[in-house]
């Protein structure tokens, strides 16, 4: 799943104004953000396959440091224990930004085939498969996307005119990003891959810089 992630970050600004859409980012898709780096050091593989499923033709062949339910629940006690530790805001924050690093992999599960690790050092591999149904990806993924964008664009209010562009330019980007995932040719290789992934940093980037620009939406 990619912009589904995306969907969740934006839907829990509702629930906790004080954190910045950057910040939820990053929770939701950390998981793709360490994973490429792991992919470079070796230590997870991923290889390029086309057919293995009808939306995407990469083959995940080992992540069980970025994507195992178990090191997701590390990294979201070590995430959301940091940010306290540094910001000290407690209430529903820190559950929020932990249940954010774990949804990546409920959403995960949802999308791919039989290759989501429980374990780091093994053991079972489930996943619904989703990715076999482009039509059901598309639906499912796009509802989650838009409910987020309509939660949030509920919760917030631009301040100036860059808070309206910014959030609109990168709904309308992460959209065209999505319809390429589909419809472009196959990656040339791994390395590719995990180097491209990267990127997604300049997203989590773009999210604090949307809210700099917006506030919380006064209620009549």
Do not use: C
């Not at 829990?12 to 950390?30: C, D, N």
């Not at 599960?109 to 076999?132: A, C, E, F, K, Q």
């Not at 589909?182 to 791994?190: I, N, Q, R």
């Amino acid at each position: 799943m990619f912009i589904g992630h995306f969907g969740l970050a934006f839907a829990a600004k509702r629930a906790a104004p004080s954190l910045s859409l950057g910040t939820l980012f990053l929770a939701a898709q950390l998981a793709d953000l360490v994973w490429p780096n792991f992919v470079l050091l070796g230590l997870e593989k991923v290889e390029v396959a086309p057919g293995i499923t009808a939306v995407t033709p990469l083959d995940f062949v080992s992540y069980p440091y970025s994507h195992s339910l178990l090191a997701l629940a590390l990294w979201a006690a070590l995430f959301a224990g940091i940010h306290w530790v540094v910001h000290r805001r407690g209430g529903i924050v820190p559950w929020l930004i932990a249940g954010l690093v774990l949804s990546h992999w409920v959403l995960d599960w949802l999308t791919h085939r039989s290759d989501m690790p429980l374990l780091i050092g093994g053991g079972p591999l489930v996943g619904l498969g989703l990715w076999n149904s482009i039509p059901g990806t598309v639906a499912i993924e796009t509802a989650l996307f838009l409910a987020g964008v309509a939660l949030y664009v509920r919760a917030t209010r631009a301040l100036d005119r860059t808070g309206t562009y910014a959030l609109w330019g990168l709904v309308v980007f992460l959209l065209i990003v999505s319809v390429a995932n589909l419809t472009g040719p196959p990656p040339p290789s791994a390395q590719a891959v995990a180097w491209v992934a990267q990127s997604i940093w300049l997203l989590v980037l773009w999210g604090y810089w949307i809210d700099r620009h917006r506030g919380p939406r006064r209620e009549p």
